[in-house]
């Protein structure tokens, strides 16, 4: 196997990014984008790019055919030509951006239809991060050049917290200011953690003005944004470039029951002894008839693990459907009703199959929630106060699918459970399917053909990653961290899930056996083997370079941490750990644990303060309290 694919899923090379500087502000540029303008230690944008969606809200990709970068120590000039060519769409971007040593930032895109299409979006977006921006007031001025002052939604707001944008300004951290000036549109911003994204996209065209539209050949477009960042802009550095560690040991958490979603394929024995090697809390089945009962019940049973059922009742009736489940209540701990699509479970369905399940299955908790996004749950909340918990799924990849989108929305897990704590009144949160791409496209207004020899839109390559496992590592500490209480991940084999499959066989370069494990089945096996842990707060100074979490037992402190980057990173152990172990995975010794994964403890002493994890590797630290 290419050792990209198992470091990160591809085997074409990375983008390479480039540092820049607009005065004392610094960027970076990658793929005709710029992201990350900050002042030192306080991000400001995280991003400026620009789409085109199709009808299907897929973004087609764009290819740079032209590009001159030219910079100096304090700004900086950009120029490309782009296409963008799929299906019937054929569309071309000239694009500008310039950045000035006042702290001053100008983006601007001249596009061109060569075809005619329909498309849901076309032109530019804004991305904010969302930590420092809970319940700071932001100015927007109107289109009529009328100004009002609008709060950054704490809670996850399900509709657009501003309209009609011209202008905005707010203060991003103490003492400094930014404003963006948007020019060929009207604009607007949406909560974009609905969708686990830990950002808030300003963006054109409004929604309330419909979609899909119509793109004509011939048609063009213009827009400019003009950002401007003032104040006490002085930042520091970092401890160059090494990335620190802290651990807060005087709160304790406790990890979510952790189960896995069967898969639609049968397993051979040699998978089922994987997982029962893995020892979920639990193993997740979804029943949609009775023949579902009569066939996944048992096999699921095989497992030797308590059942979660994943109920979509639409056929059934409620009576016929509790006393057939009636027989496997010794086994059943939980059940989520569901409908299917897009749409959370209403009273109705609730107030139908309720009470026959609490009858026949006394024992079960009983809740409820959506198949979709949390954003179907928050626009229309499914009525708790007949549940025991509230259900959604995530993925980390709604928007974009690059790694460092997904890496920077590790931390909307935490903004997604603590909102879901509020709409169910405090009680349960149980998040899952949690999986690397959407498994369906609940937004979709036509069906997608699928191209031949490919993979399915709901497979990413990168399921059998490195990144994989550090990805499913940190989703797992903001979930603890906001306490969820239950948690389901991937599948148990296949393109989705932990091992290989032979019904859902990978490209012939990427070289798996029929029952190889991925690196992610590493990764879950160890957070399970810490399931009677304490989990203390793990806090780095770089959490988009190197993250992880902290457990302690009988006085034993464990630490599992993930490089997130291309790079090797340095990184500073915390302090206070005696004798203290270590374990380095990376693309040149994984194939060993993949093949032995009983041999991943931790075995050599950790030399110094600080250690170096290679691109993407992860990291097993034991040492006594």
Not at 245 to 254: H, P, R, V
Request: charged content about 20%; aromatic content about 8%; some cysteine.
């Amino acid at each position: 196997m290419d050792k990209r694919i198992l470091t990160y899923g591809a085997s074409s090379p990375l983008p390479e990014a480039i540092h820049l500087r607009a005065g004392r502000l610094t960027l970076l540029y990658e793929s005709g984008f710029i992201r990350y303008i900050s002042n030192g230690e306080h991000e400001i944008v995280r991003m400026i790019n620009h789409y085109l969606r199709d009808h299907n809200w897929s973004t087609i990709p764009m290819l740079i055919e032209s590009e001159q970068v030219s910079t100096t120590e304090d700004s900086f000039r950009i120029a490309y030509v782009a296409t963008i060519r799929h299906n019937n769409i054929d569309f071309s971007w000239k694009c500008s951006i310039v950045g000035h040593a006042d702290e001053t930032i100008s983006f601007t895109i001249e596009g061109k239809a060569h075809s005619e299409f329909k498309r849901n979006r076309l032109g530019f977006t804004v991305l904010l991060p969302t930590e420092a921006l809970r319940g700071q007031t932001c100015r927007v001025t109107h289109p009529d050049n009328v100004t009002n002052e609008f709060l950054f939604p704490d809670a996850i707001s399900p509709h657009q917290p501003f309209l009609d944008i011209q202008s905005m300004a707010w203060s991003p951290a103490s003492g400094i200011q930014a404003a963006i000036t948007f020019s060929g549109d009207i604009f607007e911003m949406e909560d974009q953690r609905n969708w686990m994204d830990a950002s808030h996209k300003v963006y054109c065209t409004p929604l309330e003005l419909g979609f899909p539209k119509t793109v004509k050949e011939g048609d063009q477009i213009s827009q400019s944004i003009h950002l401007k960042v003032f104040g006490d802009l002085h930042g520091t550095a970092g401890e160059n470039g090494i990335v620190s560690l802290s651990i807060d040991t005087f709160k304790g958490m406790k990890l979510p029951k952790l189960g896995i979603p069967m898969s639609e394929s049968s397993l051979t024995e040699a998978q089922q002894e994987l997982i029962k090697a893995l020892s979920p809390d639990f193993v997740s089945v979804q029943i949609r008839n009775l023949k579902d009962i009569e066939q996944r019940i048992p096999i699921a049973l095989k497992l030797g693990r308590p059942l979660e059922l994943a109920l979509f009742p639409s056929s059934l009736q409620a009576e016929e459907l509790a006393l057939a489940l009636k027989p496997y209540s010794p086994s059943i701990i939980r059940i989520i009703l569901l409908v299917e699509g897009k749409r959370a479970a209403g009273q109705e369905l609730i107030d139908s199959f309720l009470p026959s399940l609490r009858k026949h299955l006394p024992k079960a908790s009983i809740g409820s929630g959506t198949d979709a996004f949390f954003t179907e749950l928050n626009r229309n909340p499914t009525p708790a106060a007949k549940l025991d918990f509230l259900s959604f799924s995530v993925n980390p990849q709604t928007h974009a699918s690059d790694l460092r989108t997904m890496t920077e929305n590790l931390v909307a897990h935490r903004d997604v459970v603590e909102s879901c704590r509020i709409l169910s009144g405090g009680r349960q949160v149980r998040v899952g399917p949690i999986t690397l791409k959407m498994r369906w496209n609940p937004d979709a207004t036509s069906a997608k053909a699928i191209d031949p020899g490919q993979l399915p839109d709901n497979v990413d390559a990168r399921q059998l990653s490195l990144f994989a496992a550090g990805w499913t590592l940190g989703s797992l500490k903001y979930l603890t961290e906001a306490g969820a209480d239950m948690a389901t991940y991937y599948e148990m084999a296949g393109w989705r899930g932990l091992m290989a499959h032979t019904g859902e066989p990978w490209p012939e370069t990427f070289k798996i056996s029929n029952v190889q494990i991925y690196p992610v089945y590493l990764m879950l096996g160890l957070l399970l083997s810490q399931r009677d842990s304490t989990v203390h707060s793990l806090t780095s100074s770089n959490p988009l370079q190197v993250d992880g979490m902290a457990f302690s037992a009988a006085g034993k402190m464990t630490l599992l941490l993930a490089n997130y980057t291309r790079d090797a990173l340095v990184v500073r152990a915390p302090g206070g750990l005696q004798t203290p172990r270590i374990r380095i995975v990376h693309s040149d010794n994984v194939n060993t644990f993949l093949n032995q994964h009983n041999t991943l403890h931790p075995s050599e002493m950790l030399q110094g303060a600080t250690f170096s994890i290679p691109s993407f590797g992860f990291v097993i630290i034991e040492g006594v309290e």
